[in-house]
Protein backbone atom coordinates (compact mmCIF):
# COMPACT_ATOMS: atom_id res chain seq x y z
CA UNK A 1 0.00 0.00 0.00
CA UNK A 2 1.08 3.27 -1.23
CA UNK A 3 2.18 5.42 1.98
CA UNK A 4 0.19 8.50 2.79
CA UNK A 5 -3.41 7.10 1.66
CA UNK A 6 -5.20 5.49 4.53
CA UNK A 7 -6.38 1.86 5.37
CA UNK A 8 -9.76 2.95 5.55
CA UNK A 9 -10.02 5.23 2.31
CA UNK A 10 -8.70 2.02 -0.08
CA UNK A 11 -10.97 -0.40 1.24
CA UNK A 12 -13.92 1.92 0.55
CA UNK A 13 -11.93 2.32 -2.47
CA UNK A 14 -11.76 -1.06 -3.55
CA UNK A 15 -15.38 -2.24 -2.19
CA UNK A 16 -16.32 0.61 -4.77
CA UNK A 17 -14.31 -0.94 -7.65
CA UNK A 18 -15.98 -4.18 -6.90
CA UNK A 19 -19.76 -2.70 -6.92
CA UNK A 20 -19.23 -0.93 -10.56
CA UNK A 21 -17.20 -3.49 -12.11
CA UNK A 22 -20.15 -5.62 -13.56
CA UNK A 23 -21.72 -2.80 -14.92
CA UNK A 24 -19.12 -1.62 -17.03
CA UNK A 25 -17.99 -4.52 -18.75
CA UNK A 26 -19.94 -5.36 -21.91
CA UNK A 27 -23.28 -7.46 -21.89
CA UNK A 28 -23.14 -10.12 -24.61
CA UNK A 29 -27.01 -11.75 -25.49
CA UNK A 30 -25.84 -15.79 -24.87
CA UNK A 31 -22.93 -16.82 -22.11
CA UNK A 32 -21.29 -20.00 -22.46
CA UNK A 33 -23.54 -21.49 -20.02
CA UNK A 34 -25.81 -24.07 -21.69
CA UNK A 35 -29.57 -22.84 -22.10
CA UNK A 36 -32.04 -25.34 -20.01
CA UNK A 37 -34.96 -25.87 -22.90
CA UNK A 38 -34.09 -24.34 -26.17
CA UNK A 39 -36.95 -23.65 -28.80
CA UNK A 40 -35.68 -24.28 -31.96
CA UNK A 41 -38.49 -23.66 -35.79
CA UNK A 42 -37.34 -26.04 -38.12
CA UNK A 43 -38.05 -25.32 -42.12
CA UNK A 44 -37.61 -27.78 -44.76
CA UNK A 45 -36.61 -25.78 -48.45
CA UNK A 46 -35.95 -28.18 -51.22
CA UNK A 47 -36.53 -27.61 -54.78
CA UNK A 48 -35.10 -25.18 -57.12
CA UNK A 49 -34.81 -21.80 -55.06
CA UNK A 50 -38.15 -19.55 -56.00
CA UNK A 51 -39.59 -16.55 -54.72
CA UNK A 52 -41.99 -19.20 -53.26
CA UNK A 53 -38.87 -20.51 -51.18
CA UNK A 54 -37.47 -16.92 -50.45
CA UNK A 55 -41.35 -15.99 -48.49
CA UNK A 56 -41.42 -19.14 -46.95
CA UNK A 57 -38.04 -18.20 -45.14
CA UNK A 58 -39.25 -14.99 -44.68
CA UNK A 59 -42.74 -16.56 -42.87
CA UNK A 60 -40.39 -18.69 -40.60
CA UNK A 61 -38.15 -15.94 -39.22
CA UNK A 62 -41.52 -13.84 -38.85
CA UNK A 63 -42.82 -16.84 -36.45
CA UNK A 64 -39.12 -16.59 -34.30
CA UNK A 65 -39.23 -13.49 -33.99
CA UNK A 66 -43.01 -13.30 -33.10
CA UNK A 67 -42.96 -16.46 -30.54
CA UNK A 68 -39.43 -15.93 -29.15
CA UNK A 69 -38.03 -19.55 -30.61
CA UNK A 70 -33.87 -19.57 -29.75
CA UNK A 71 -32.83 -21.05 -32.96
CA UNK A 72 -34.40 -21.94 -36.47
CA UNK A 73 -33.07 -24.98 -38.51
CA UNK A 74 -33.12 -25.34 -42.48
CA UNK A 75 -32.99 -28.49 -43.51
CA UNK A 76 -31.84 -28.16 -47.48
CA UNK A 77 -32.03 -29.76 -50.13
CA UNK A 78 -31.86 -28.00 -53.92
CA UNK A 79 -30.48 -27.82 -56.89
CA UNK A 80 -30.64 -24.00 -57.05
CA UNK A 81 -32.49 -21.35 -58.29
CA UNK A 82 -32.97 -17.79 -59.13
CA UNK A 83 -29.68 -15.63 -58.44
CA UNK A 84 -32.20 -12.65 -57.27
CA UNK A 85 -34.23 -14.60 -54.89
CA UNK A 86 -30.96 -16.26 -53.33
CA UNK A 87 -29.55 -12.93 -52.56
CA UNK A 88 -32.80 -11.85 -50.83
CA UNK A 89 -32.44 -15.22 -48.84
CA UNK A 90 -28.90 -14.41 -47.95
CA UNK A 91 -29.99 -10.85 -47.06
CA UNK A 92 -32.66 -12.13 -44.31
CA UNK A 93 -30.62 -15.00 -43.02
CA UNK A 94 -27.73 -12.46 -42.25
CA UNK A 95 -29.88 -10.08 -40.30
CA UNK A 96 -32.59 -12.61 -38.72
CA UNK A 97 -33.60 -12.09 -35.30
CA UNK A 98 -31.92 -15.49 -33.68
CA UNK A 99 -29.36 -17.78 -35.08
CA UNK A 100 -29.82 -19.78 -38.73
CA UNK A 101 -28.65 -23.24 -38.65
CA UNK A 102 -27.93 -24.83 -42.50
CA UNK A 103 -27.97 -28.69 -42.79
CA UNK A 104 -28.23 -30.43 -45.68
CA UNK A 105 -29.95 -33.66 -46.00
CA UNK A 106 -31.52 -35.95 -45.85
CA UNK A 107 -28.59 -38.80 -46.97
CA UNK A 108 -28.02 -38.22 -51.10
CA UNK A 109 -29.34 -34.34 -50.69
CA UNK A 110 -27.55 -31.65 -52.31
CA UNK A 111 -26.56 -27.49 -51.39
CA UNK A 112 -25.91 -26.80 -55.29
CA UNK A 113 -25.82 -23.79 -57.19
CA UNK A 114 -27.67 -20.81 -54.90
CA UNK A 115 -27.72 -23.75 -52.36
CA UNK A 116 -24.03 -22.69 -51.40
CA UNK A 117 -24.86 -19.44 -50.67
CA UNK A 118 -27.10 -20.27 -48.18
CA UNK A 119 -24.84 -22.85 -46.30
CA UNK A 120 -22.07 -19.91 -46.09
CA UNK A 121 -24.93 -16.95 -45.07
CA UNK A 122 -25.36 -20.16 -41.46
CA UNK A 123 -24.46 -19.39 -38.25
CA UNK A 124 -23.30 -23.01 -37.99
CA UNK A 125 -23.89 -25.44 -40.92
CA UNK A 126 -24.06 -29.36 -41.33
CA UNK A 127 -24.23 -32.15 -44.03
CA UNK A 128 -25.82 -35.59 -43.84
CA UNK A 129 -23.16 -38.32 -44.95
CA UNK A 130 -23.65 -38.98 -48.94
CA UNK A 131 -24.56 -35.27 -49.19
CA UNK A 132 -22.93 -32.84 -51.83
CA UNK A 133 -22.05 -29.20 -51.75
CA UNK A 134 -20.43 -26.92 -54.72
CA UNK A 135 -21.18 -26.19 -58.56
CA UNK A 136 -22.36 -22.44 -57.73
CA UNK A 137 -21.08 -21.25 -61.10
CA UNK A 138 -23.77 -19.98 -62.89
CA UNK A 139 -24.93 -21.74 -66.43
CA UNK A 140 -27.35 -21.28 -68.74
CA UNK A 141 -30.41 -22.43 -70.01
CA UNK A 142 -30.10 -26.29 -70.41
CA UNK A 143 -26.75 -25.98 -68.60
CA UNK A 144 -24.68 -24.26 -71.54
CA UNK A 145 -22.09 -22.08 -70.47
CA UNK A 146 -22.61 -18.13 -70.18
CA UNK A 147 -20.73 -15.76 -72.77
CA UNK A 148 -17.33 -14.57 -71.50
CA UNK A 149 -18.01 -11.20 -70.91
CA UNK A 150 -21.72 -12.14 -69.02
CA UNK A 151 -19.79 -15.01 -67.26
CA UNK A 152 -17.25 -12.59 -65.99
CA UNK A 153 -19.55 -9.86 -64.74
CA UNK A 154 -22.06 -12.53 -62.98
CA UNK A 155 -19.06 -14.43 -61.33
CA UNK A 156 -17.35 -11.61 -59.97
CA UNK A 157 -20.54 -10.19 -58.06
CA UNK A 158 -20.96 -13.87 -57.09
CA UNK A 159 -17.47 -14.78 -55.52
CA UNK A 160 -17.71 -11.42 -53.59
CA UNK A 161 -20.74 -12.07 -52.02
CA UNK A 162 -19.99 -15.53 -51.16
CA UNK A 163 -16.25 -14.70 -49.62
CA UNK A 164 -17.96 -11.86 -47.70
CA UNK A 165 -20.58 -14.30 -46.19
CA UNK A 166 -18.67 -17.32 -45.17
CA UNK A 167 -15.43 -15.35 -44.25
CA UNK A 168 -17.78 -13.83 -41.22
CA UNK A 169 -18.68 -16.91 -39.99
CA UNK A 170 -15.26 -18.27 -40.26
CA UNK A 171 -15.35 -20.85 -43.13
CA UNK A 172 -12.81 -21.46 -46.04
CA UNK A 173 -13.71 -18.36 -48.10
CA UNK A 174 -11.11 -19.77 -50.39
CA UNK A 175 -13.19 -22.79 -51.27
CA UNK A 176 -16.46 -20.96 -51.53
CA UNK A 177 -14.60 -18.75 -54.14
CA UNK A 178 -13.85 -21.83 -56.39
CA UNK A 179 -16.77 -23.43 -55.92
CA UNK A 180 -18.20 -19.99 -57.76
CA UNK A 181 -15.07 -19.49 -60.56
CA UNK A 182 -14.57 -22.94 -60.84
CA UNK A 183 -17.97 -24.78 -60.41
CA UNK A 184 -16.00 -27.58 -57.59
CA UNK A 185 -18.02 -30.12 -55.52
CA UNK A 186 -17.68 -31.77 -52.11
CA UNK A 187 -18.76 -34.89 -50.27
CA UNK A 188 -19.79 -34.15 -46.89
CA UNK A 189 -17.06 -35.77 -44.98
CA UNK A 190 -14.24 -33.49 -47.19
CA UNK A 191 -16.37 -30.34 -46.87
CA UNK A 192 -16.08 -30.68 -42.96
CA UNK A 193 -12.04 -31.71 -43.45
CA UNK A 194 -12.18 -28.42 -45.49
CA UNK A 195 -13.88 -26.33 -43.15
CA UNK A 196 -16.59 -25.41 -45.72
CA UNK A 197 -19.12 -26.73 -42.92
CA UNK A 198 -18.92 -27.60 -39.48
CA UNK A 199 -20.82 -30.45 -38.51
CA UNK A 200 -21.32 -34.07 -40.18
CA UNK A 201 -24.42 -35.56 -38.97
CA UNK A 202 -27.02 -38.46 -40.12
CA UNK A 203 -30.15 -36.62 -39.08
CA UNK A 204 -31.55 -33.03 -38.43
CA UNK A 205 -31.49 -34.31 -34.45
CA UNK A 206 -28.20 -35.31 -34.04
CA UNK A 207 -27.03 -31.47 -36.36
CA UNK A 208 -28.53 -29.76 -33.84
CA UNK A 209 -26.69 -31.94 -30.90
CA UNK A 210 -23.52 -31.22 -32.14
CA UNK A 211 -24.16 -27.61 -32.74
CA UNK A 212 -25.49 -26.95 -28.88
CA UNK A 213 -22.26 -29.14 -27.37
CA UNK A 214 -19.65 -26.98 -30.12
CA UNK A 215 -21.71 -23.61 -29.21
CA UNK A 216 -23.53 -21.24 -32.08
CA UNK A 217 -21.83 -18.29 -32.03
CA UNK A 218 -24.06 -15.08 -32.45
CA UNK A 219 -24.25 -11.10 -31.35
CA UNK A 220 -20.72 -11.47 -30.34
CA UNK A 221 -21.75 -14.67 -27.57
CA UNK A 222 -21.97 -17.84 -27.74
CA UNK A 223 -25.36 -20.05 -27.39
CA UNK A 224 -24.87 -23.73 -25.89
CA UNK A 225 -27.72 -25.58 -25.10
CA UNK A 226 -28.72 -29.27 -24.06
CA UNK A 227 -29.48 -31.07 -26.85
CA UNK A 228 -31.90 -33.99 -24.82
CA UNK A 229 -34.05 -31.24 -23.25
CA UNK A 230 -34.76 -28.92 -26.58
CA UNK A 231 -37.88 -28.47 -28.50
CA UNK A 232 -38.28 -28.63 -31.88
CA UNK A 233 -41.31 -27.49 -33.47
CA UNK A 234 -41.77 -27.95 -37.33
CA UNK A 235 -42.89 -25.02 -39.75
CA UNK A 236 -45.81 -26.16 -41.95
CA UNK A 237 -46.27 -23.96 -44.66
CA UNK A 238 -49.55 -25.41 -45.63
CA UNK A 239 -51.13 -26.18 -49.24
CA UNK A 240 -50.40 -22.38 -50.87
CA UNK A 241 -47.07 -22.81 -50.60
CA UNK A 242 -46.84 -26.59 -51.98
CA UNK A 243 -48.81 -25.41 -54.58
CA UNK A 244 -46.72 -22.33 -55.53
CA UNK A 245 -43.70 -24.29 -55.42
CA UNK A 246 -44.80 -26.96 -57.98
CA UNK A 247 -45.97 -24.46 -60.15
CA UNK A 248 -42.93 -22.02 -60.04
CA UNK A 249 -40.81 -24.68 -61.87
CA UNK A 250 -39.88 -24.12 -65.40
CA UNK A 251 -40.79 -27.23 -66.81
CA UNK A 252 -44.54 -27.04 -65.26
CA UNK A 253 -45.05 -23.61 -66.40
CA UNK A 254 -44.08 -24.32 -69.88
CA UNK A 255 -46.17 -27.68 -70.33
CA UNK A 256 -49.31 -25.08 -68.43
CA UNK A 257 -48.77 -22.93 -71.41
CA UNK A 258 -48.24 -25.26 -74.46
CA UNK A 259 -50.99 -27.03 -73.03
CA UNK A 260 -53.46 -23.96 -72.42
CA UNK A 261 -52.63 -22.43 -75.71
CA UNK A 262 -53.43 -25.91 -77.48
CA UNK A 263 -56.91 -26.55 -75.82
CA UNK A 264 -58.28 -22.76 -76.86
CA UNK A 265 -56.70 -23.77 -80.36
CA UNK A 266 -58.87 -26.71 -80.30
CA UNK A 267 -62.16 -24.91 -78.74
CA UNK A 268 -61.72 -22.17 -81.64
CA UNK A 269 -61.27 -24.92 -84.41
CA UNK A 270 -63.90 -27.10 -83.28
CA UNK A 271 -66.58 -25.14 -81.43
CA UNK A 272 -68.74 -26.46 -78.92
CA UNK A 273 -66.69 -29.04 -77.52
CA UNK A 274 -66.08 -27.03 -73.96
CA UNK A 275 -64.18 -28.70 -72.32
CA UNK A 276 -61.34 -28.31 -74.10
CA UNK A 277 -61.79 -24.18 -73.98
CA UNK A 278 -62.26 -24.27 -70.28
CA UNK A 279 -59.14 -26.65 -69.39
CA UNK A 280 -56.89 -24.25 -71.39
CA UNK A 281 -57.77 -21.13 -70.24
CA UNK A 282 -57.24 -22.57 -67.07
CA UNK A 283 -53.46 -23.66 -67.52
CA UNK A 284 -52.81 -20.38 -69.64
CA UNK A 285 -53.90 -18.59 -66.37
CA UNK A 286 -51.75 -20.68 -64.33
CA UNK A 287 -48.81 -20.12 -66.85
CA UNK A 288 -49.42 -16.86 -67.42
CA UNK A 289 -49.13 -16.01 -63.19
CA UNK A 290 -45.80 -18.60 -63.00
CA UNK A 291 -44.24 -16.62 -66.02
CA UNK A 292 -45.07 -13.41 -64.48
CA UNK A 293 -42.56 -14.59 -62.00
CA UNK A 294 -40.52 -16.67 -63.56
CA UNK A 295 -37.63 -14.63 -65.55
CA UNK A 296 -39.03 -15.12 -68.96
CA UNK A 297 -38.18 -13.93 -72.35
CA UNK A 298 -40.39 -12.15 -74.14
CA UNK A 299 -39.39 -13.20 -77.35
CA UNK A 300 -40.01 -17.20 -76.22
CA UNK A 301 -43.42 -16.27 -75.47
CA UNK A 302 -43.61 -14.45 -78.89
CA UNK A 303 -41.76 -16.94 -81.53
CA UNK A 304 -44.85 -19.49 -79.47
CA UNK A 305 -47.38 -17.26 -80.31
CA UNK A 306 -46.50 -16.79 -83.78
CA UNK A 307 -46.19 -20.70 -84.01
CA UNK A 308 -49.87 -21.09 -82.78
CA UNK A 309 -51.16 -18.39 -85.88
CA UNK A 310 -49.06 -20.12 -88.06
CA UNK A 311 -51.08 -23.10 -87.34
CA UNK A 312 -54.60 -21.41 -87.61
CA UNK A 313 -53.20 -19.52 -91.28
CA UNK A 314 -53.16 -23.28 -91.99
CA UNK A 315 -56.50 -23.61 -91.86
CA UNK A 316 -57.11 -20.36 -93.93
CA UNK A 317 -54.58 -20.19 -96.56
CA UNK A 318 -53.44 -23.14 -98.58
CA UNK A 319 -49.96 -23.66 -98.31
CA UNK A 320 -48.98 -27.15 -98.48
CA UNK A 321 -47.93 -27.41 -94.91
CA UNK A 322 -45.39 -25.04 -95.43
CA UNK A 323 -46.91 -23.43 -92.55
CA UNK A 324 -47.20 -26.12 -90.67
CA UNK A 325 -43.54 -26.60 -90.87
CA UNK A 326 -42.64 -22.67 -89.97
CA UNK A 327 -45.51 -23.39 -86.75
CA UNK A 328 -43.40 -26.10 -85.85
CA UNK A 329 -39.80 -24.31 -85.79
CA UNK A 330 -41.42 -21.49 -83.85
CA UNK A 331 -42.29 -23.52 -81.19
CA UNK A 332 -39.48 -25.55 -80.98
CA UNK A 333 -37.12 -21.88 -80.74
CA UNK A 334 -39.74 -20.36 -78.43
CA UNK A 335 -39.18 -23.00 -76.39
CA UNK A 336 -35.30 -22.86 -76.12
CA UNK A 337 -34.93 -19.29 -75.35
CA UNK A 338 -38.35 -18.91 -72.92
CA UNK A 339 -36.53 -18.58 -69.65
CA UNK A 340 -33.65 -16.33 -68.82
CA UNK A 341 -30.28 -18.15 -69.63
CA UNK A 342 -28.76 -16.26 -66.85
CA UNK A 343 -31.23 -16.54 -63.93
CA UNK A 344 -29.83 -20.00 -62.41
CA UNK A 345 -33.31 -22.04 -62.44
CA UNK A 346 -32.91 -25.72 -63.87
CA UNK A 347 -33.84 -25.10 -67.83
CA UNK A 348 -35.77 -26.78 -70.16
CA UNK A 349 -33.62 -29.72 -71.49
CA UNK A 350 -33.25 -30.38 -74.93
CA UNK A 351 -35.15 -33.71 -75.05
CA UNK A 352 -37.96 -32.55 -73.10
CA UNK A 353 -38.64 -29.72 -75.51
CA UNK A 354 -38.46 -32.07 -78.18
CA UNK A 355 -40.77 -34.30 -77.59
CA UNK A 356 -42.76 -31.76 -76.02
CA UNK A 357 -42.98 -29.79 -79.20
CA UNK A 358 -43.17 -32.60 -81.31
CA UNK A 359 -46.78 -33.73 -79.18
CA UNK A 360 -48.39 -30.36 -79.02
CA UNK A 361 -47.72 -29.93 -82.78
CA UNK A 362 -49.46 -33.31 -83.52
CA UNK A 363 -52.23 -32.16 -81.71
CA UNK A 364 -52.37 -29.10 -83.52
CA UNK A 365 -52.35 -31.17 -86.84
CA UNK A 366 -54.77 -32.87 -85.87
CA UNK A 367 -57.31 -29.89 -84.98
CA UNK A 368 -56.07 -28.32 -88.37
CA UNK A 369 -57.31 -31.37 -90.40
CA UNK A 370 -60.46 -31.91 -88.71
CA UNK A 371 -61.54 -28.50 -89.75
CA UNK A 372 -60.32 -28.52 -93.45
CA UNK A 373 -61.68 -31.72 -93.65
CA UNK A 374 -65.16 -30.06 -92.65
CA UNK A 375 -64.55 -27.08 -94.92
CA UNK A 376 -64.33 -29.66 -97.83
CA UNK A 377 -67.79 -31.83 -97.17
CA UNK A 378 -69.52 -28.56 -96.06
CA UNK A 379 -71.41 -28.57 -98.89
CA UNK A 380 -73.00 -32.33 -98.59
CA UNK A 381 -73.71 -31.30 -95.08
CA UNK A 382 -76.83 -29.08 -93.58
CA UNK A 383 -79.29 -27.13 -96.05
CA UNK A 384 -78.05 -28.40 -98.92
CA UNK A 385 -77.94 -31.91 -97.65
CA UNK A 386 -81.79 -31.76 -97.16
CA UNK A 387 -82.77 -30.60 -100.97
CA UNK A 388 -85.41 -33.28 -102.23
CA UNK A 389 -85.90 -34.99 -99.04
CA UNK A 390 -89.19 -36.14 -98.49
CA UNK A 391 -91.17 -34.62 -95.47
CA UNK A 392 -94.65 -35.08 -93.28
CA UNK A 393 -96.66 -31.92 -92.60
CA UNK A 394 -97.27 -31.93 -88.97
CA UNK A 395 -99.97 -28.53 -89.17
CA UNK A 396 -100.21 -26.02 -91.51
CA UNK A 397 -102.21 -22.79 -91.82
CA UNK A 398 -102.31 -19.60 -94.11
CA UNK A 399 -99.44 -21.11 -96.31
CA UNK A 400 -96.93 -21.85 -93.45
CA UNK A 401 -96.98 -24.60 -90.35
CA UNK A 402 -94.33 -27.29 -89.58
CA UNK A 403 -93.58 -30.15 -91.33
CA UNK A 404 -90.82 -33.59 -90.09
CA UNK A 405 -88.32 -35.08 -91.64
CA UNK A 406 -85.20 -37.32 -90.94
CA UNK A 407 -86.86 -37.04 -86.78
CA UNK A 408 -86.72 -33.68 -87.37
CA UNK A 409 -89.59 -30.95 -86.57
CA UNK A 410 -89.08 -27.68 -88.91
CA UNK A 411 -90.86 -24.45 -89.80
CA UNK A 412 -91.89 -24.97 -93.51
CA UNK A 413 -93.60 -22.48 -95.64
CA UNK A 414 -95.55 -23.14 -99.51
CA UNK A 415 -97.50 -21.08 -102.68
CA UNK A 416 -99.70 -24.58 -102.56
CA UNK A 417 -102.55 -25.63 -100.46
CA UNK A 418 -101.87 -28.02 -97.96
CA UNK A 419 -102.76 -30.30 -94.48
CA UNK A 420 -101.56 -32.12 -92.13
CA UNK A 421 -100.59 -35.32 -92.74
CA UNK A 422 -99.71 -34.26 -96.88
CA UNK A 423 -96.34 -35.70 -97.69
CA UNK A 424 -94.05 -32.46 -99.11
CA UNK A 425 -90.71 -32.38 -100.99
CA UNK A 426 -88.14 -30.33 -99.61
CA UNK A 427 -87.17 -28.01 -102.49
CA UNK A 428 -85.05 -24.80 -100.97
CA UNK A 429 -84.44 -23.68 -97.65
CA UNK A 430 -84.39 -19.63 -96.30
CA UNK A 431 -82.45 -19.81 -93.04
CA UNK A 432 -84.37 -21.97 -90.42
CA UNK A 433 -87.40 -22.41 -92.64
CA UNK A 434 -88.02 -25.33 -95.39
CA UNK A 435 -89.32 -24.29 -98.58
CA UNK A 436 -91.78 -27.03 -99.73
CA UNK A 437 -94.19 -28.11 -102.71
CA UNK A 438 -96.52 -31.22 -102.45
CA UNK A 439 -95.56 -33.93 -104.90
CA UNK A 440 -93.14 -37.22 -104.36
CA UNK A 441 -89.61 -36.47 -103.50
CA UNK A 442 -87.44 -36.95 -106.35
CA UNK A 443 -83.52 -38.06 -105.95
CA UNK A 444 -81.99 -37.31 -102.65
CA UNK A 445 -79.30 -37.80 -100.85
CA UNK A 446 -79.55 -39.93 -97.92
Known amino acids: MAPGIPPRAARLFLFLLLLILPFALPSAPFCDAAKPSPKVLEVEISGAITPVQEDLLRDALARVRAEGHDLLLIRLDTPGGLLETMRGMVKDMLNAPAPVLVWVGPRGAQAASA ?26 QGGEELSATMSAKVK ?21 ERAVSESVSLTAQDAVMQRVVEVLADDAGDFLAQAGHRGIPYS ?6 DAEQMTIEHFDPGFRHRFLSWLLHPQVAYFLMLGGLAGLFFELTTPGA ?18 SVLPTSAAGVGLILLGLALFWLEVKITS ?7 AVIA ?3 GSIILFDPSSGLPGLPLATVIVTVSGVSAFLALAVGLVVRAQRSRKALGGQAMLGLEAE ?26 RPGDRVMIIGIDGLTLLVRPGDPGPASS
Open 115 to 140: GVFLVAASQVAGMAPQATIGSASPVA
Open 320 to 326: YGLLGVA
Open 156 to 176: ADLISLVRGAAASRGRNADWY
Open 274 to 291: VLPGVLGGLCLLLALYAM
Open 393 to 418: VLDWSGGRGQVRTRGEIWSARSDDPL
Open 220 to 225: GGVLRF
Open 331 to 333: LFL
